[in-house]
Nanobody
Framework: QAHFVESGGGSVQQGGSLRLSCAARGFTLDNRRIAWFRQAPGKEREGVSCISISGQSTYHADSVKGRFTISRDNAEDTLYLQMNSLSPEDTAVYYC??????????????????????WGQGTQVTVSS
């Protein structure tokens, strides 16, 4: 069964950094758009960052631009999210997700949750002030 195994969440002080990893199991990330989402308590799930099939193009939500970096290793079927300059507003459960095979998802459409159908179990990120 296709799924992800997430790791790397935790607690950090404001201004700190964390790196999230997401390994695909039961399927390959080749030819799939992949992305990170997050959901804070009482809020809807929101797109954070996404990366193209080739890995050459990325798109970030305005709230994380310049602080978060998404990357992929297709050989290892793994997705990463490097998070720097973290603030309490970044506190949330973070999820990785994969879109359907060869789905283009240009621009901001790559941050819409309904465009993804394989999801990680989520990892908690807590940033204290």
């Amino acid at each position: 069964q296709a799924h992800f195994v997430e790791s790397g969440g935790g607690s950090v002080q404001q201004g700190g950094s964390l790196r999230l990893s997401c390994a695909a199991r039961g399927f390959t990330l080749d030819n799939r758009r992949i992305a990170w989402f997050r959901q804070a308590p009482g809020k809807e799930r929101e797109g954070v960052s996404c990366i193209s099939i080739s890995g050459q193009s990325t798109y970030h939500a305005d709230s994380v631009k310049g602080r978060f970096t998404i990357s992929r290793d297709n050989a290892e079927d793994t997705l990463y999210l490097q998070m720097n300059s973290l603030s309490p507003e970044d506190t949330a459960v973070y999820y990785c997700a994969a879109a359907k095979y060869r789905a283009a998802l240009p621009g901001a459409t790559c941050l819409i949750p309904s465009n993804y159908y394989i999801w990680g179990q989520g990892t908690q990120v807590t940033v204290s002030s």
